[in-house]
């Protein structure tokens, strides 16, 4: 039997990890089965099932790739510079313009976080999920910045995220123009 490579694994299991993305952005965990999964991907639960064993271990698997292939470059694309709380939330915020990262990425981050509520591991991977964004947002504040600043931009940034994923009301730009009017008080005529 010729051996697999490993790129053709790795091709596989993002086949499986876009495919259940699209399905959560969709219809939502709960809503969405593994029958929903198998036949976005076109593999067969076989196939599926030798990646991730459940639900839940694709859920996982989708939030840590968020972590590796959309937070962290969106962090390390402003780090190396030192922005002021209102510039970092603009610069972070217009990071997220691609539509197709906004009606996919984002629902299933909020998701997560709502789940957090009620599963002790989803809890968890949030908390790993905020605390990696809080770590990157201290790389890039001026030093002496008081921790709470990076937690405001936190709470900002997830307020994008269910404005943009549920409202669909809001763009980077705005928040972006909308961070920088707040930091610059306006002058009475």
């Given at each position: 039997?010729?051996?697999?490579?490993?790129?053709?694994?790795?091709?596989?299991?993002?086949?499986?990890?876009?495919?259940?993305?699209?399905?959560?952005?969709?219809?939502?965990?709960?809503?969405?089965?593994?029958?929903?999964?198998?036949?976005?991907?076109?593999?067969?639960?076989?196939?599926?099932?030798?990646y991730f064993p459940s639900k839940n271990s694709?859920?996982?698997?989708?939030?840590?790739?968020?972590?590796?292939?959309?937070?962290?470059?969106?962090?390390?694309?402003?780090?190396?510079?030192?922005?002021?709380?209102?510039?970092?939330?603009?610069a972070i915020a217009v990071l997220f313009e691609?539509?197709?990262?906004?009606?996919?990425?984002?629902?299933?981050?909020?998701?997560?976080?709502?789940?957090?509520?009620?599963?002790?591991?989803?809890?968890?991977?949030?908390?790993?999920?905020?605390?990696?964004?809080?770590?990157?947002?201290?790389?890039?504040?001026?030093?002496?910045?008081?921790?709470?600043?990076?937690?405001?931009?936190?709470?900002?940034?997830?307020?994008?995220?269910?404005?943009?994923?549920?409202?669909?009301?809001?763009?980077?730009?705005?928040?972006?123009?909308?961070?920088?009017?707040?930091?610059?008080?306006?002058?009475?005529?």
């Amino acid at each position: 039997m010729p051996k697999v490579s490993q790129e053709h694994l790795e091709r596989r299991r993002l086949q499986i990890l876009d495919a259940a993305t699209d399905c959560f952005a969709r219809r939502g965990f709960h809503a969405t089965s593994m029958q929903d999964i198998f036949h976005e991907s076109g593999l067969s639960a076989g196939a599926v099932y030798r990646y991730f064993p459940s639900k839940n271990s694709l859920i996982k698997a989708i939030a840590e790739n968020m972590m590796n292939e959309v937070l962290t470059p969106a962090i390390n694309a402003v780090s190396g510079q030192r922005l002021d709380p209102a510039d970092a939330l603009a610069a972070i915020a217009v990071l997220f313009e691609p539509s197709d990262l906004r009606a996919r990425i984002l629902p299933v981050t909020v998701q997560v976080w709502a789940e957090s509520f009620r599963d002790p591991d989803m809890a968890d991977l949030a908390r790993d999920l905020v605390d990696h964004i809080l770590n990157g947002l201290a790389q890039i504040l001026p030093a002496g910045t008081p921790p709470e600043a990076a937690r405001l931009i936190m709470a900002a940034l997830q307020g994008f995220a269910i404005q943009s994923g549920v409202l669909d009301d809001v763009t980077p730009e705005m928040v972006a123009a909308a961070s920088r009017a707040f930091a610059t008080p306006q002058r009475e005529g």
